[in-house]
Structure formats: C-alpha cells, structure tokens
C-alpha cells in the first residue's frame, strides 16, 4: 500500500507570500503530525491531530502557522506571511492511531525556501 | 524540559566495521524509546522500538539496547554496509494526557561508511 504522501516536494517562495503544503496519510491512520527540521537541527513538533477531536497546536511557532485536516485524512499546513527563518524541510507522519506504542510513518517532506 | 542528545554528532567508520551510537534523555514520563535512520532527502524510517522493559532489540544488523534506570540508549551497527550512510535519529515517546504519541527528536547522529 502506499505510504504518507506530501505535495510539493520543493516549494520556493518569496519573503510575505503564503504557502500551502500538503500531506496525505496512510488510508485508516487517524493520527496525523506535522514536524519542521531546520538545517542541522533536530525535528521539532508542530501540530498533532487525532480522529474528531481537537487538534494539539502547542507546537506551532506562530500565528503565521495553520492547519487543517479535512474528513479526517488529508491535511493542509499554510504558513501566512513566510519568513526567511520558515526554510526547513516540513514533515508529516501518521500512525494508526494516538497511542505513543504506534510507530509514525513519515511522508518525504517538503522542502520550503523562502527568500 | 524533555530532551534527548545523540553522540558522536557525526562518524565516519570503513565498510565492514562495527560502530556504536549514543542516545540520552530526560522525557518524562516515558513510554518508548524509537531510532530512526533518515537518508537524505527522505522522512527517517523506524529501525526498532523499546518500552521501559526491554533492555534490547535487534533488527537484521541493527541492536538497539535501553537502560531505563539511566535513561541511556545505544544503537550498534555491525557489519556496516555502504547504505548504512545516514542520519540516525533517537526518539523518545512522552506518555498520556495531551502528549499522547508526542515524540521528542535527538539532533541525529550523521553516520558515513566510505568503502
């Protein structure tokens, strides 16, 4: 079966555009998390959702950072106003649900540059 | 604060070779303790997975150990191959409440395996 997917795999933007970065899961995960990996540093948690509830933000840095998760699958982050320090690679995982045994499978990630 | 520091931050070891990579944390409370390996350009893909009870687990040529009482991990590598090349990230999971499935990343330790 397929694994966690996400669009774009490259995205460049200017310095004040908005962005929009896409993550499939794995088709019955009702967990979903969102991570960010700057340059030689280690990943940092953005945002977790699981099934209907409420989605953890305690993550995301700002208020430029959002994110949804449509019919409990695929999910969009925006990143509003990009910044020169938004460049990193942006992942997403899933895992079949919340439980912390249940091992996160990573999509690719999308590398965003902001100049 | 939970934290979780890897060493050596990068090794280089010949084709062949055995090499052992070090992982500390300071997560409470603790569920599990996860490595990963990242190849470039890719999302990290988990290689084992141990809770507070197990000492060790092994994964082909991959042995992770676990001492819970000093809160240390190792991962030894042996008979590393070319494709052993890559970031090997320590992970350890926070247990409950609203840090269900939350992980805290080590920075990775960068390993190369030159012929």
């Known amino acids: 079966g397929a694994g966690v997917s996400q669009s774009p795999s490259n995205k460049v933007t200017e310095k004040g555009k908005d962005v929009e970065l896409r993550c499939d899961p794995i088709?019955?995960?009702?967990?979903l998390y969102w991570y960010r990996q700057s340059l030689g540093q280690g990943l940092e948690f953005l945002i977790y959702?699981?099934?209907?509830?409420?989605?953890?933000k305690s993550g995301l840095p700002s208020d430029r950072f959002s994110a949804e998760r449509t019919g409990g699958s695929v999910s969009t982050l925006t990143i509003q106003r990009t910044q020169q320090e938004d460049s990193a690679v942006y992942l997403c995982?899933?895992?079949?649900?919340?439980?912390?045994?249940?091992?996160?499978?990573f999509g690719p990630g999308t590398r965003l540059t902001v100049l | 604060k939970n934290q979780v520091e890897q060493s050596p931050q990068s090794l280089i070891i010949l084709e062949g070779k055995n090499c052992t990579l070090q992982?500390?944390?300071?997560?409470?409370?603790?569920?599990?303790l996860r490595w990963y390996k990242q190849d470039t350009g890719r999302g990290p893909v988990s290689l084992t997975i141990?809770?507070?009870?197990?000492n060790t687990k092994s994964n082909g040529r991959y042995t992770a150990t676990l001492d819970a009482d000093t809160k240390q991990s190792s991962l030894h590598i042996t008979a590393s191959q070319l494709s052993d090349s890559a970031s090997y990230i320590c992970?350890?999971?926070?247990?409950?409440?609203?840090?269900?499935?939350?992980?805290?990343f080590g920075q990775g330790t960068i390993l190369t395996v030159h012929p």
């Open positions: 088709s019955g995960h009702t967990a």
């Open positions: 992970v350890v999971s926070v247990a409950g409440g609203t840090s269900y499935g939350k992980l805290t």
């Open positions: 992982c500390n944390y300071t997560v409470s409370p603790f569920s599990n």
């Open positions: 959702f699981q099934g209907n509830s409420a989605p953890d």
């Open positions: 141990m809770t507070f009870s197990e």
């Open positions: 995982a899933s895992s079949f649900d919340g439980r912390s045994y249940n091992e996160q499978f």
